[in-house]
C-alpha cells in the first residue's frame, strides 16, 4: 500500500510564474491537507480539502488555490510567485481522527 | 486552536529516556494533543497522540496533566535516530474542519 506522493520532488521557477503541485493521498484517506514549511520553520497549514470542498484555510493569499479530485487526489496551485515562497511543500492525508500521514514533499525553489 | 510552547532545542543521552514537555494552556475540552516529528528533509511522521489519558505505543509515551494544560512525550530508550524536530500540536481532530498548527517544534539531538 502506497503512503502519499508528492509530484515534483524539486522545481525551480522564476518570480511571476505559476506552478502546480500534485498530491496523491494514502489509500482510503478522503482529506487532503497542504502546508508551506520555510527552512527553519514549522509546517504553516495553507487549506485542507474534503469532498472536493476547501474545508478550512490558514493565513494564506488567494495566490494560493487548491482542488480536489473524485479520487481524492489534490493539486496545490501558486500564481504569481513571489522569492518567499520558495519553501517545502507538504501534502498530508487522513481518514479520522488518529493520524495525519505526510508525503516527502516538494522543495520549490522561486528565483 | 490552541498555541502550543516547546522549547527550542534539548540534548539526550543514546540509551537514556527522552523527556520533551509541551505547553498548551488554553487547550479546549474537545481537543486532542498530537506529537509528530521531521527527520531532516522529510514529512513529518506521526507518533502518538491523545485526549485526556495517558497513552503509550510503540514508539513512545504521552503525558497529559489531570487539567490538560501541559504534557510530555517520552522516548524510553533514545537511540541516534531519534534526533529530529519533534512538533506539539492541538486540534480537535482531522475529521473537523479545524485549523492544524505547528509550532517551530523541539530539536532533539541525541549524544553518543
Known amino acids: ?111 | 486552536d490552541a498555541k502550543t510552547t516547546q522549547p527550542t532545542s534539548m540534548d539526550c543521552a543514546e540509551g537514556r529516556a527522552a523527556n520533551l514537555p509541551c505547553n498548551h494552556s488554553t487547550i479546549s475540552g474537545n481537543e486532542y494533543v498530537y506529537w509528530y516529528r521531521q527527520i531532516h528533509s522529510q514529512g513529518p511522521q506521526y507518533i502518538i497522540h491523545g485526549l485526556k489519558n495517558n497513552e503509550t505505543n510503540e514508539m513512545a509515551s504521552l503525558i497529559i496533566t489531570e487539567d490538560r494544560k501541559s504534557s510530555t512525550l517520552i522516548l524510553p530508550h533514545a537511540t541516534l535516530r531519534d534526533t529530529a524536530v519533534y512538533y506539539c500540536i492541538s486540534h480537535s481532530g482531522y475529521s473537523s474542519a479545524s485549523k492544524i498548527i505547528f509550532g517551530s517544534g523541539t530539536r532533539l539531538s541525541i549524544r553518543p
Do not use: M
Open chain 1, 1 to 111: 500500500d502506497a503512503g502519499v506522493t508528492q509530484s515534483p520532488t524539486h522545481l525551480i521557477k522564476t518570480r511571476g510564474q505559476q506552478v502546480t503541485l500534485r498530491c496523491s493521498p494514502k489509500s482510503g484517506h478522503d482529506t487532503v491537507s497542504w502546508y508551506q514549511q520555510a527552512l527553519g520553520q514549522g509546517p504553516q497549514f495553507i487549506f485542507q480539502y474534503y469532498e472536493e470542498e476547501e474545508r478550512q484555510r490558514g493565513n494564506f493569499p488567494d495566490r494560493f488555490s487548491g482542488h480536489q479530485f473524485p479520487n481524492y487526489s489534490s493539486e496545490l496551485n501558486v500564481n504569481a510567485l513571489l522569492l518567499g515562497d520558495s519553501a517545502l511543500y507538504l501534502c498530508a492525508s487522513s481518514q479520522d481522527q488518529s493520524r495525519q500521514y505526510f508525503g516527502p514533499g516538494t522543495r520549490l525553489t522561486v528565483t
